[in-house]
């Protein structure tokens, strides 16, 4: 059934206010919550959203190295989500984690090693290595997913020689190695401190570090300044980036989510990742009626008729695949019997503007006393993936 969305009361959002108040008077960092977990299935499913489904997840974190994390009030430009980080997660004083005045630090050595893939890509050691990895299946052609990356080497380390290192791998059907998709929009140059940062180089860096990146390096305006800020710690952070990868729908890839310290342990860095990003294509049932009755949508016999839309959200990428929508109808009222025939099958093109289709239920008014009679309508995707269900 649909989930309806509620406002806030007006004196619950002032008692919410006050109490972040109060949190403020004691420690800035209430700001931006993080509860830290290794738990490796509760950090992936918080990632996962709809046309995604994940499984086999583990992890490669110390304790306080990754979290989930919500956002009261922050410049983040994130709500909730996931944080991998090379220091600390949460704050538990007397240390720091992501969350707190930018004047702190969440340095931690954690002593744990570095990774191989993050080693090439960065071309120098790795350390405090913090890394989630999962299978998925999609039922599109395209996985997207959302996130940011900060640190405390901006600016200091701008153009530098080594910078702190993450990245994001992908692997399965037509991926004959792992690919990084951690990438600056519209390029295949890796995230990082010295391809997006506020374009001043550093005491000791190099210009070239930056631009041997790749055209373009540094990219100045993804880049976001919290030297001062009050509610992350880290000195600056990039904007809200999207990721995406071309698969083969239904089936099975593996998604490596790594980051690490760069050459030293000390100085972090942090991703986070926004709440149920990971996504495909997907759709949702919408009816509509004339009438309605305790809150129900209502037909009346011979009267008047539903309308049933199936959308779809997303378009994706190949010029050739198609989305197959099944639905499949019970309730008391019988298809055929109380209402017109009403196919099961619905085909949507490659064509971008193919996005809707409708589907119109008319009552028979058949002079029968039966009742009221319920008509129940559940969609599955290409994956035979249950998305969405009504009634009325």
Not at 33 to 46: D, E, G, H, M, P
Request: proline share 4%.
């Amino acid at each position: 059934m649909k989930k309806l969305n509620y406002n806030i009361p007006f004196q619950a959002k002032w008692v919410g206010f006050s109490l972040i108040l109060t949190c403020l008077a004691l420690l800035v960092h209430g700001q931006v919550n993080v509860i830290n977990t290794n738990n490796a299935s509760s950090l992936a499913q918080k990632l996962s959203g709809p046309g995604v489904t994940v499984s086999n997840a583990t992890i490669q974190c110390e304790n306080q190295q990754s979290g989930i994390f919500t956002a009261v009030t922050s410049n983040l430009g994130l709500d909730s989500g996931i944080v991998l980080t090379t220091g600390r997660a949460g704050t538990t004083l007397p240390f720091y984690g992501v969350n707190g005045n930018e004047y702190n630090l969440a340095n931690f050595n954690h002593g744990n090693g570095g990774d191989p893939d993050l080693t090439t890509l960065a071309g120098t050691t790795t350390h405090d290595r913090c890394i989630l990895e999962f299978d998925f299946k999609a039922n599109g052609d395209t996985v997207y997913f959302q996130y940011l990356f900060g640190s405390e080497e901006y600016p200091a380390y701008n153009c530098a020689n080594y910078n702190d290192v993450f990245g994001f791998f992908i692997s399965g059907p037509g991926y004959a190695a792992p690919l990084n998709l951690a990438l600056v929009p519209g390029t295949n140059i890796p995230v990082s401190i010295n391809s997006i940062n506020n374009g001043v180089i550093s005491a000791g860096g190099n210009i070239a570090n930056c631009t041997s990146m790749g055209p373009g390096s540094p990219f100045t305006s993804m880049y976001n300044t919290n030297v001062n800020g009050t509610t992350t710690t880290y000195s600056g952070f990039t904007d809200l980036l999207t990721s995406k990868a071309s698969i083969l729908p239904c089936s099975t890839y593996h998604l490596k989510l790594a980051i690490a310290d760069g050459f030293d342990n000390i100085i972090d860095s942090g991703v986070f990742l926004k709440a149920g990003s990971l996504t495909s294509n997907t759709f949702e049932l919408e009816t509509l009626t004339d009438s309605v009755l305790n809150n129900q949508p209502y037909v009346y016999e011979g009267c008047d008729s539903a309308i049933i839309k199936i959308k779809r959200k997303f378009v994706q990428n190949s010029s050739v695949y198609a989305d197959t929508v099944n639905m499949v109808i019970t309730g008391t009222a019988t298809n055929g019997v109380d209402y017109p025939p009403v196919q099961t099958t619905f085909v949507f093109t490659a064509n971008p503007n193919d996005t809707i289709k409708t589907i119109y239920i008319e009552a028979f008014n058949d002079l029968i006393t039966e009742g009221t009679e319920i008509v129940k309508l559940a969609i599955f995707d290409n994956c035979s993936t249950p998305v969405d269900s009504l009634s009325f």
